[in-house]
């Protein structure tokens, strides 16, 4: 390549929106922690689990985040961004506990989704549907959960989780409460999609994203990853399979 093609390439580089830049880099990285091979290690906590599980998932999410990004819809992805806040804000209070009590925090949480489910069949059952499911081995399997207390408490509702911390994470929560209202079916929704013009004619319109470069992504899929790779050394588990999902990332 000669170097007038290379300066040229560089400076149409420098030249694109900084929202294509970080969605481009988020997708790239995401791509890179979700190709991270497991295969080859032991299962040995629930809580191993729900730690690779939820920042596996959060990685998803970015996928979907920076796609939306690209197709200038960014407005469009408050759930996404809320959902990759609040995995964060549960990764960052597991870090908080002991490991007895991440431990009684993980089976409280998986107690807390066994009830959903079996409230879900319920409803379908008593409207007259049939769900393809067979609650038997999710109701046999024992989880040492707390029924009460302030493990309960803080596996059940974000809030408490988060006020539970000595480190506040008051920025991500802050975040997640903005992108809390433009999550569900919000009169506040529906005013940015449908606002009115002097107070007497219809428009059209978005919400304005929070983070309109995903620049806070960016960070944000760092402190997972760095969460991540804390918490499964933690829990014991050989330091070269707890940073195998750092290194993809920074690898990028």
Known sequence: MSGSRAKKQRRTQRERPARIVNADFVARSADAVLAVDLGDVEFRSRTDQVVVGLCRAAFTQSKVIAALAKADMLSAAAPNRRLVLEIALRLHWLQGLSAEDRHK????????????????????????????????????????????????????????????????????????????????????????????????????????????????????????????????????????????????????
């Open 105 to 252: 925090a993980v089976d409280t949480m998986l107690a807390k989704d066994r009830q959903d489910t079996n409230r879900l069949l319920a409803y379908l059952r008593d409207a007259g549907h049939k769900a393809d499911f067979d609650p038997t081995e999710m109701d046999a399997f024992e989880l040492d959960d707390e029924t009460k207390g302030s493990i309960h408490q803080q596996s059940t509702r974000l809030n408490a989780a988060v006020d539970s911390n000595e480190v506040k994470p008051w920025s991500i929560y802050s975040m997640w409460l903005g992108e809390t209202q433009f999550s569900h079916a919000s009169g506040n929704l529906a005013g940015k999609y449908a606002p009115t013009l002097d107070n007497l004619h219809m428009s059209s319109g978005v919400p304005e994203p929070m983070d309109p470069d995903l620049e806070a992504h960016r960070l944000l899929q760092l402190h997972i990853v760095m969460m991540t790779g804390y918490l499964l050394t933690d829990e014991g588990l050989p330091e070269e399979f707890a940073g195998r999902i750092a290194a993809a990332f920074f690898a990028v």
